[in-house]
Structures are given as structure tokens and as C-alpha cells.
């Protein structure tokens, strides 16, 4: 009896130290998350854009997709970001990629007319662009890593902005305020906008200290910015012919950062010239203010000579700049073929302001309200009248380049 009792203790004892043991073998083996977490610091993902690695991992997250999208707002972060580990990363000097247009295909105005004359072109197109920028990106880093290049950034003062923008960078949007507002700059925006706007003033200021060049290249002595409206159904069919009903032009000097001038003109449209009523609803554009217009070959002509009689393309440069494509390579495109006129040779290449946008703040691409609403604006005037969106365009382009955006052209004319 006694023996049978020592057994069983001792049976129990042996069952408590196996499970002891067991629980305390699984708590320190990997679990299966973590064995398929993505691999720190050595591969290729975990680098930044230029080439080094990034020291922080990702929080871990439960599913695939969560730990992806995971990885990826982290890696954007650390990209933007800038602490102490990174050597050397300044906010100013645009990286190869800052340089290359945001892609094409992202996103195309609010307007929510498809440019379906060619859609299989455009895909192809789009493919070839997406290839071409490849190689111009290639082209890019190579020039970047030229001798020259790397000369310029080897000035101390650039170590000391790149501190600068990490702290920047670590503020809150309370932080950034009061300091913009006690160094008497416009506080408002978002937090992007906000940070963008005080690494620039930094940046200005510590280049001028340091008796370098603070000027951004301002390319254009103006820029035209233009909003057309055109006829349009609810739902257009895709051999809709769009025609232009109105046709503004904002004169935006680029160095005194004033809005010169305007002109604006309506145009009567041929193929169909009666308005469908959700265009002049949309638009504000009457039947009768269409019907007692010009035809669209007259006011480009009288656009002109008002353009000249501003000196824009003998004494001063200009460039036209839009919110979208589609002002351009769909509905002007589409008109001059319909009027039978040559396309204007100075429209052939444009500006995208809101490509410029997402550059610059690092935003994706935005349609004009949500643009104005990251800059602290308010939409001024009736939005889809042509005149008032572009005028609330060219208050955008004011603040990019007040912010220290490089207006370039950043659009061309796709072939038809
Ligand atoms: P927007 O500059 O955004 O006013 O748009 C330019 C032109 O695109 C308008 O004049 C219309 O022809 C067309 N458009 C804009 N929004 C729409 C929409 N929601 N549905 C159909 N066409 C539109
Ligand atoms: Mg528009
Ligand atoms: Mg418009």
C-alpha cells in the first residue's frame, strides 16, 4: 500500500515537471508569426531610397496583408523621416524619385470624365511612359551620383539641416504652428504641409547663413493657369465628343506671386449645341450664355492676343498649368480636331499643379477641394465654373511656390 501510494506521487510529480517543462519549450521557440515575419534589415525592402538600411522594424502585425500594409507605412515613414542613424538625408535636394512625376495613372481629376477616345493607347502608353521613367530614373541616379553632385551635399550645413528636418519631423501640428507663427509664417494646412513649410524656411535660412544659393530655378516668368468646362452628359458614352464652353486663363506672375489678370471667355459648341441639363447644372453655364458665345477658333484666338499683349512668350516665359490632364489631352486635344485648328504649340507641355502637390507634400494625388483643404483654403466661387477653378488652381500654385515647389513642366500631349 505504502509502495502503491509512493508510486502514484511520483507519477504525479513526473506529469507536473513534463508539462512544466513542455509550457516553458513552446514560450521560448518562435511562433509561427514570427518565424514568416518579414526579414529585418537585410533585404532589399528594408533599405531606403538611397541604398541604406533602415534600422527600426515594423510593428508585428497578426494577418499577411496587415503585416504588409504594416511594412509599408512604416518604410514610407522612415523615409520621410529623418533621424539621427541616417547619415545624411536633407529635405530640400530632391531624390532621384522626388524629381520623376507622381505615375500618370494614379489618379485623374474629379471631373470624372474617362479620356476614352483611346483607351487601349492610353494602357500602352502608359506602360511605355512607366518604362521610360525607369530609364530616366536610372539616368537620374547615375547624374546623382556624379562628383559634382556629391560636392554639393558635402557642406556641413547640410548634416545640420538634415538634423534640422528630423526634429522637424518628430513636432506635432501644434508644435509646427506656434513655431511658424512666431517666425511670421502662414500656419495653415495639414501637419505635411505644415512640416514642408518649416523645413523650407529652415533650409532658405540655413543656406543663406552658409552663403549658399537658396533660390529655387523658377523656370516660367508666369504660368497660365487654365480650368476649361465642356459639354458633358451624366454618363458619357465613349464616343462622346466633348466639346469647350468655356474657356479662363488666371496670369499668375511667378516672382511677384500676384494674380495679373484674367480672361474669360464662353464658347458656343457645334457638334452638340444644346447643353444636356446636368451640364449646366453642373457647370453654371446657361444655354443662352453658350448661344450668344463665340466658336471655340475665335476665343482661342482672342486668347492669344490677349496672351501676347502681355509679352508672354517674347518677354516673358510662361507655362499653362492645370489640375488634370484632361484640360489639355482630352478636351482641348478633342476640340481642335473638332474645329479643325492646329493644337497651340505652347500647350503641347503643361504643368499639373496637382502632381507638383503631391510632390511636394508627399500626399497622393488630390482633386482641387481636397488640395485647398490641405493648404487651409476654403473653395472660393462656384466650384465647375471655369474662371473660379482656376483661379482657386493658381491660389494653390501660390502656396507651392511660396512652400518652395519648382514649377517645371511635369505633363506632354499624348500622341492620338
Ligand atoms: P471640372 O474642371 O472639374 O469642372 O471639369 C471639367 C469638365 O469635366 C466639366 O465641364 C464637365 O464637362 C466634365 N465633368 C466634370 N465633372 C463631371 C461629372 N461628375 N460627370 C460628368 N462630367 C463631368
Ligand atoms: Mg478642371
Ligand atoms: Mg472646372
Redesign the pocket.
Known amino acids: 500500500m505504502i509502495v502503491l501510494e509512493y508510486v502514484l506521487i511520483l507519477g504525479s510529480v513526473i506529469v507536473v515537471s513534463c508539462f512544466i517543462l513542455i509550457s516553458f519549450a513552446m514560450n521560448s521557440s518562435p511562433s509561427t508569426a514570427e518565424v514568416q515575419a518579414p526579414d529585418k534589415g537585410h533585404s532589399p525592402s528594408r533599405r531606403n531610397r538611397r541604398g541604406r538600411k533602415l534600422r527600426q522594424t515594423p510593428p508585428s502585425s497578426s494577418t499577411p496583408q496587415q503585416r504588409q500594409s504594416a511594412n509599408v507605412r512604416h518604410r514610407r515613414t522612415r523615409l520621410a523621416d529623418n533621424d539621427d542613424t541616417v547619415e545624411m538625408h536633407i529635405d530640400d535636394p530632391p531624390l532621384p524619385e522626388e524629381n520623376m512625376d507622381i505615375d500618370d495613372d494614379d489618379v485623374d481629376?474629379e471631373?470624372g470624365v474617362q479620356n476614352t477616345m483611346s483607351n487601349k493607347t492610353r494602357i500602352k502608353e502608359g506602360r511605355e511612359n512607366k518604362r521610360r521613367k525607369e530609364n530616366e530614373s536610372l539616368l537620374v541616379t547615375k547624374k546623382d551620383s556624379s562628383p559634382a553632385r556629391l560636392k554639393d551635399f558635402s557642406h556641413p550645413i547640410y548634416k545640420e539641416m538634415s538634423l534640422r528636418n528630423g526634429s522637424v519631423n518628430r513636432m506635432t501640428k501644434i508644435d509646427l504652428q506656434n513655431t511658424l507663427q512666431e517666425l511670421g509664417l502662414n500656419r495653415l494646412g495639414s501637419a505635411d504641409v505644415l512640416k514642408r513649410r518649416l523645413k523650407h524656411h529652415y533650409s532658405k535660412e540655413s543656406l543663406k547663413v552658409a552663403g549658399l544659393s537658396t533660390d529655387v530655378p523658377i523656370r516660367f516668368d508666369y504660368l497660365c493657369v487654365i480650368?476649361?468646362e465642356a459639354t458633358c452628359l451624366e454618363i458619357n458614352p465613349v464616343d462622346y465628343v466633348h466639346e469647350i464652353i468655356e474657356f479662363p486663363i488666371v496670369l499668375l506672375n511667378t516672382k511677384t506671386l500676384q494674380i495679373e489678370d484674367t480672361f474669360d471667355a464662353f464658347c458656343k459648341p457645334v457638334v452638340n449645341p444644346q447643353l444636356s441639363k446636368f451640364c449646366s447644372q453642373l457647370t453654371n453655364i446657361s444655354q443662352k450664355m453658350v448661344d450668344k458665345a463665340d466658336t471655340f477658333p475665335v476665343v482661342l484666338e482672342k486668347a492669344e492676343r490677349w496672351m501676347k499683349q502681355k509679352g508672354l512668350g517674347s518677354k516673358h516665359s510662361f507655362a499653362i498649368a492645370?489640375?488634370?490632364s484632361l484640360?489639355m489631352d482630352l478636351y482641348l486635344k478633342l476640340q481642335c480636331l473638332v474645329s479643325e485648328i492646329t493644337y497651340p504649340q505652347y500647350a503641347k507641355e503643361w504643368v499639373n499643379i496637382s502632381k507638383v502637390f503631391a510632390n511636394l507634400y508627399k500626399t497622393k494625388r488630390l482633386p482641387?477641394r481636397a488640395m485647398l483643404d490641405s493648404i487651409g483654403l476654403a473653395f472660393i466661387g462656384q466650384p465647375h465654373r471655369g474662371i473660379d477653378?482656376a483661379r482657386n488652381i493658381a491660389r494653390i500654385a501660390l502656396q507651392l511656390i511660396e512652400d518652395g515647389a519648382e514649377m517645371k513642366y511635369n505633363e506632354k500631349l499624348t500622341p492620338t
Open positions: 481629376c471631373c480650368d476649361v492645370t489640375d488634370c484640360d482641387l477653378d
